[in-house]
C-alpha cells in the first residue's frame, strides 16, 4: 500500500517520503492510469462495488492516477538505499544496480522481482488484475507483488501472515495463547487430553481448538508457499559452483569451494548486509562417520563460531579459522586511530569516538562519515569467491574414503543481534530466546553437494 501512495519522484530519499494520506476508497496511484478502473465503475452493477465510504458494499478506491515512475528502478531506490544522517551508507542496493551489467541492458528491478519467477528476468504473466464479486477486470500484464526475500516469520502463525478468520477468532492475546507446538486442535492431542488440564478461557471449547487449528492448517500452506518463493529467489542469487580437490592424500587434504553471485543486477547479499548470514557449512567423516573436520557448524547459542559469538569471546570454543560466510561487518574507529568491530542494532553508535589520525582524502566528498564504515564481503555481479579448506594428516583417522558434506546456508540474521537489541524486548511475548530459535529453525540449505577423498 505504501508504493501507491505515492505520488512524486523522491529519487533516493533513504525512505524519508510522504505518503498521500486517505482512506480505502480515496484514490490511488499506479502505472497505467484510471482508464480501467472507470470501466468498472461504470459497471457498478456487474461487479457490485462502491467508492463511498458511508455506503454498504464492496469498497474500492475511486480513482488511480497515473504514476509512471513507479515502474521505474529509482522508485525502488526511494527505500533500498539508505544513508544514515550522518553519512553511513547503510545499504546500497540501488547504488549497486545502476553500475550493475543488469541496468546497462535496461532491465529493471522489477523485471527481476515482479516477474513470473522471483529473482530473474522472466516475463511477466497476462491476465485479470481483480476479480470482483466473480467478476474478471479486463486481462493487463500482471506483476508479482509478493516479493520474496530472506526473511520469515517467527512469531505466532495464528498472527502471521494476516488472516480475516483469524483475526475474527480471536484476539492477538488470544492467539498468543494457543500452543500450536503441543498440538491442539488434533486428534493425537485431542484424544489424550489428561483429566483436570487447564486451558486459557478462549480456547477451553473443544470445537474451537479445532475450528483454530484448520485456519492454522491454512497459514502452514501460505507460509509454506512462501518458503519456497524465498528459497526460489535466494537460490537464483547464490549459487554453489564447482569444488576442486587440490590434494587429497595420507599428508592430508586440501580443497576449495566455488560460491557465485548467480544475477548481475546487485551484489548478494545486498541492502541490510551487516545482518545477511549466507555461509557455508563443511563436516567431513570418514567411512565410521567419525567427523574429521568442521567448519561453519554452530556454538550454543545459534550463532557461528566468529568474532561476534560469545563462547568464542569467553574462550569456550574455538574460532573457526575456516568459516566462509558473507556477512558484512560494521566497523567503527577506536581511540588511536585503529577499528573495532561491532555489532550495531543501529549502526551509529552515539559513542562512536572520533578519528584520531586525519583521513587522507576530505570526507565531505565522499559523503562518509569519520567513525564508521561497512566492511562489505558479499560478491559483486557475476563475480564469485573460493572457500579454502585444509585438513592435516594427523587429523585424519586411516579410515577412508572420506566424505565432505557441503551446505550454502541462508538465515536472515544472526543470533547475536538479537542478543545486542534484547533489551528493548520484542512484540508479540516472544522472549529473545525463542526468536533465536525461530530464527535459527527457519535458516534455508539453498545447495548440497558431497564430495569423496579416496585416501586409504
Same mark, same amino acid.
Given at each position: ?12 530519499? +533513504?525512505?524519508r517520503?510522504a ?9 490511488? %496511484? ?7 478502473l ?46 544514515? &544522517? ?7 542496493? %540501488? ?14 528491478c ?34 508479482n507483488?509478493?516479493? *520474496? ?14 488472516n480475516?478468520?483469524?483475526? $475474527? =477468532? ?30 486459557p ?20 500452506e ?17 549459487? =554453489? ?15 576449495q ?8 543486477g ?5 541492502g541490510? +548486509? ?36 560469545? %563462547?568464542?569471546? *569467553? ?8 568459516? &566462509? ?22 549502526p ?9 589520525l586525519? +583521513? ?8 562518509e562519515?569519520?567513525?564508521e ?10 563475480? $564469485?569467491?573460493w *572457500? ?7 587429523a ?24 545486542? =537489541? ?5 512484540? %508479540? ?28
Amino acid at each position: 500500500m505504501v508504493c501507491h501512495r505515492i505520488d512524486r519522484d523522491y529519487n533516493k530519499a +533513504s525512505g524519508r517520503l510522504a505518503l498521500v494520506e486517505g482512506g480505502l476508497t480515496e484514490a490511488v %496511484y499506479g502505472p497505467a492510469g484510471n482508464a480501467e478502473l472507470a470501466r468498472v465503475l461504470e459497471n457498478t452493477h456487474e461487479y457490485r462495488v462502491v467508492t463511498d465510504p458511508k455506503e454498504p458494499g464492496r469498497k474500492i478506491h475511486k480513482e488511480i492516477k497515473q504514476f509512471t515512475n513507479i515502474s521505474q528502478p529509482v522508485f525502488c531506490g526511494t527505500c533500498h538505499d539508505v544513508t544514515l &544522517f550522518n553519512g553511513f551508507r547503510l545499504e546500497e542496493a %540501488y547504488s549497486e544496480y545502476r553500475l550493475s551489467p543488469a541496468a546497462a541492458r535496461g532491465e529493471t528491478c522489477q523485471d527481476c522481482h515482479m516477474g513470473k519467477v522471483q529473482g530473474v528476468v522472466s516475463g511477466y504473466e497476462t491476465g485479470p488484475a481483480a476479480v470482483v464479486g466473480g467478476v474478471p477486470s479486463a486481462p493487463r500484464k500482471l506483476t508479482n507483488h509478493f516479493f *520474496a526475500g530472506p526473511d520469515y516469520s517467527v512469531i505466532h502463525p495464528g498472527i502471521f501472515p494476516h488472516n480475516a478468520e483469524a483475526q $475474527q =477468532m480471536a484476539t492477538l492475546a488470544e492467539w498468543l495463547q494457543f500452543d500450536v507446538a503441543a498440538g491442539w486442535g488434533t486428534d493425537k492431542f485431542e484424544d489424550n487430553v489428561p483429566e483436570g488440564h487447564e486451558f486459557p478461557e478462549r480456547w477451553r471449547s473443544i470445537d474451537d481448538r479445532y475450528d483454530a487449528r484448520e485456519i492454522l492448517n491454512t497459514q502452514f500452506e501460505r507460509l509454506e508457499w512462501a518458503r519456497q518463493q524465498r528459497l526460489e529467489v535466494l537460490r537464483n542469487g547464490y549459487v =554453489m559452483g564447482k569444488i576442486v580437490t587440490k590434494r587429497a592424500d595420507r599428508s592430508g587434504i586440501e580443497f576449495q569451494v566455488q560460491v557465485k553471485n548467480g544475477t548481475d543486477g546487485h551484489n548478494v547479499p545486498t541492502g541490510f +548486509s551487516g545482518e545477511r548470514l549466507v555461509w557455508l557449512d563443511v563436516t567431513v567423516t570418514d567411512r565410521e562417520g567419525t567427523v574429521v573436520f568442521r567448519s561453519g557448524d554452530r556454538d550454543p547459542n545459534g550463532d557461528l563460531r566468529d568474532g561476534h559469538s560469545a %563462547y568464542v569471546h *569467553a574462550g569456550e570454543i574455538e574460532l573457526d579459522p575456516y568459516l &566462509f560466510s558473507l556477512q558484512s561487518i560494521f566497523v567503527t574507529q577506536n581511540g588511536r586511530g585503529g577499528e573495532i568491530e561491532h555489532v550495531i542494532p543501529i549502526p551509529y553508535p552515539v559513542t562512536a569516538l572520533p578519528r584520531v589520525l586525519p +583521513s587522507a582524502v576530505s570526507l565531505v566528498f565522499t559523503g562518509e562519515p569519520p567513525t564508521e564504515r561497512n566492511h562489505k564481503m558479499g560478491i559483486e555481479p557475476n563475480g $564469485q569467491r573460493w *572457500a579454502p579448506y585444509e585438513i592435516a594428516g594427523d587429523a585424519l583417522t586411516g579410515k577412508g574414503p572420506y566424505r565432505a558434506d557441503i551446505k550454502l546456508i541462508s538465515q536472515p540474521a544472526p543470533v547475536n543481534l538479537l542478543v545486542a =537489541m534484547q533489551s528493548v524486548g520484542f512484540d %508479540y511475548g516472544i522472549t529473545p530466546r525463542q526468536a533465536g530459535d525461530a530464527l535459527v529453525a527457519g535458516a534455508q540449505v539453498l545447495w548440497q553437494r558431497e564430495v569423496v577423498f579416496d585416501v586409504k
